[in-house]
């Protein structure tokens, strides 16, 4: 991927409110990103469907299970999903199925095609992150386990494109 700045791959992080499990997917997808040495090939953020959390840090659980396994999700803040999403982002990558249907009814039709389940990009059979915000710690492990996986099939796909 050798894109200029203007021509970079922008994909969007969305779950519910943009605390717990779609800033996990934007700072292990950056991880990964950078791994990969392709930074300046991508633009990459996270949003909520709602504002219950916006200018808030990760949710504290999230942050301290992503650090044990070597991702920062520190300089991450909560922001809703606005209309300017959809034409800035090329993939915008929901969590679960609710919030898949709310990102659909708020895109215009030209912009549908853009909004995928991000464990389309999983090896496992679920199709939907699970939220852990109401959980243990296990539930942020388990969104990790998730995350990770779906985050190089991710990579991966788009790098064939």
Known sequence: MTETREERVSVLFVCMGNICRSPTAEG??????????????????????????????????????????????????AR????????????????????????????????????????EFGSGPETEVPDPYYGGATGFERVLDLVEDASRGLLESLRQR
């Not at 300046?40 to 942050?63: C, K, L, N």
């Not at 199925?97 to 215009?108: P, T, Y």
């Open 80 to 119: 809703r999903v606005g209309r300017e999403d959809f034409e800035r982002f090329h993939y915008i990558i929901a969590m679960d199925q609710d919030n898949l249907v709310m990102l659909h009814e708020q895109a215009d039709a030209a912009h549908r095609e853009k909004i995928r389940l991000f464990l």
């Open 28 to 77: 292990v997808f950056r991880h990964h990103v950078a791994e990969a040495g392709l930074e300046e090939s991508f633009e990459i953020d996270s949003a909520g469907t709602h504002a219950y959390h916006v200018g808030e840090a990760p949710d504290r659980r999230a942050q301290e299970a992503a650090a044990r396994r070597g991702f920062s999700l520190a300089d991450i803040r």
